[in-house]
T-cell receptor
Framework: KNEVEQSPQNLTAQEGEFITINCSYS?????LHWLQQHPGGGIVSLFM???GKKKHGRLIATINIQEKHSSLHITASHPRDSAVYIC??????????FGQGTRLTINP | GAGVSQSPSNKVTEKGKDVELRCDPI?????LYWYRQSLGQGLEFLIY????????KSGLPSDRFSAERTGGSVSTLTIQRTQQEDSAVYLC?????????????FGPGTRLTVL
């Protein structure tokens, strides 16, 4: 079992739908990151959180430390949201441990 | 440029050759990370620098892999005697410090293909 598990692995939805991507982890962490990777390969950091909830535009990230679970939500999804979304955890001060990613496709 | 840069963007090499991959972090960022993304695989950690020292080299897959950082800035990842399984996208990231609450900023990556 991977230290960081994401679900689903693949998700296809219609434009406008509400999207949820889940991330579960097995060890205590200092922070959790949500990253976005577009087809060209570039990675953008969306959120870094250690408790509660953060919102940026149509994106919302939540984390429940007790349950070792985080979710990334996209409201009013759009085809340009199509990308791979990656959850990564951080223990202590150093490296990230990555989930396998969720490939999201939003159809017009 | 304000972001993390990497060079080359693409590298094709023959099995057995040595390659060097370069990372220029964001100016002032003291922490620098190397990651690898193999085809169809997730991202994996290789090595991390705080300043010029590497407190965590635990992700380097073999002794053919080495990295250095000089002047607290540019880092070079060297792969000796490349093998086909080394083919991957090598990503560099930097953060202001290595503290847990510091966001990591990623470079565009170097796509390495070993023939």
């Amino acid at each position: 079992k991977n230290e960081v598990e994401q679900s689903p692995q693949n998700l296809t939805a219609q434009e406008g739908e509400f999207i949820t991507i889940n991330c579960s982890y097995s060890v205590g962490i200092s922070a959790l990151h949500w990253l976005q990777q577009h087809p060209g390969g570039g990675i953008v950091s969306l959120f870094m959180l250690s408790s509660g909830k953060k919102k940026h535009g149509r994106l919302i990230a939540t984390i429940n430390i007790q349950e070792k679970h985080s979710s990334l939500h996209i409201t009013a999804s759009h085809p340009r949201d199509s990308a791979v979304y990656i959850c990564a955890t951080r223990r202590g001060a150093q490296k990230l441990v990555f989930g396998q990613g969720t490939r999201l496709t939003i159809n017009p | 440029g304000a972001g993390v840069s990497q060079s080359p963007s693409n590298k094709v090499t023959e099995k057995g050759k040595d390659v060097e991959l370069r990372c220029d972090p964001i100016s002032g960022h003291t922490a620098l990370y190397w990651y690898r993304q193999s085809l169809g695989q997730g991202l994996e950690f290789l090595i991390y620098f705080q300043g010029n020292s590497a407190p965590d080299k635990s992700g380097l897959p073999s002794d053919r892999f080495s990295a250095e950082r000089t002047g607290g800035s540019v880092s070079t990842l060297t792969i000796q005697r490349t093998q086909q399984e080394d083919s991957a996208v090598y990503l560099c990231a930097s953060s202001l410090t290595s503290g847990a609450n510091n966001e990591q900023f990623f470079g565009p990556g170097t796509r390495l293909t070993v023939l």
